[in-house]
């Protein structure tokens, strides 16, 4: 049985490293040693007990014919920084390199205009979860069937992520989205973000996933008060994103092996193939 090669970039990143240890122990995938990832990095890393070169902003311009030579053609899985989103996805279609985005950030529309305007399919998603994934189809469901169900409720949204998490959970602003189908007026500033390792202790969350963890809770109640819904998803460590991370990329190396080019799908594509 022939394997997928795979580049994981964002290594040291916590995430980054999480997703390609699952990746090197995983029979399906043969891994690309090689991870673009930001600037300052040591040059080398290991990673259960595979060597792994890591490429500068600087110089992945050139190293990227060099791998490509070697390695191509392989799936490119990107755990960076919301930051270098837009330049990434740039590069990644310039240089032909289908790919899995799993980093939130970045202009959105300006993404999926660049991976239509390619050679390439993609699957770009604020959240490689895939029960999560699942709970927000329930969500759009919802909204597409039942708009206005909950007008007039006031909703309150807490999400907690580790404290050098940079921006907002797109999870939860998807998810919101949904509830503004549903009638309730709440905007992505209104979100209350935690970031603070104390007050996530005295939320609950154990000092074990201080580091890796993302806690949601939406609360809705009735005009009345005389009504209360919640929903709640709590995901400590990372395991359940590396296990839909790599499902995808099998998914777009499934699309590129068809000849799909310019298109990009989402966790909803993935979890509908399986």
Known sequence: MST?????????????????THAINDERFTVVPFSLTGPGAEKNITVSGTAITLV???????????????????????????????????????????????????????????????????????NMAKQIVGLQAMMEYGAQNFPGLFTGYEMNVKESHQSWKADTSGTAKAIIRQFNH??????????????????????????????????????????????????????????????????????????RQEGVKGHCFSMIDVLKNQ
């Open 4 to 20: 997928i090669s795979i580049m994981i970039n964002g290594v040291p990143g916590k995430v980054a490293t999480t997703i390609l």
């Open 56 to 126: 500068s902003p600087e110089e992945r311009g050139e190293m990227i014919k060099k791998i490509k030579a070697d390695y191509a053609p392989f799936i490119t899985v990107d755990y960076t920084h919301p930051t270098a989103v837009d330049a990434n996805v740039a590069f990644y279609c310039e240089n032909e390199l289908p790919f899995v985005m799993g980093t939130t950030g970045g202009d959105r529309d300006q993404i999926r205009d660049d991976v239509n305007a390619s050679a390439i399919p993609a699957v770009i998603a604020p």
């Open 182 to 255: 549903l009638g309730v007026e709440f905007t992505e500033a209104d979100i209350d973000m935690v970031r603070d390792p104390e007050a996530q202790k005295a939320m609950g969350i154990s000092e074990a996933h201080l580091d890796g963890h993302g806690w949601h809770t939406y609360t809705l109640n009735a005009p009345d008060g005389g009504s209360e819904f919640g929903l709640t998803h709590n995901i400590n460590g990372r395991e359940i994103y590396a296990e839909g991370t790599l499902d995808a990329s099998v998914f777009v190396e499934k699309k």
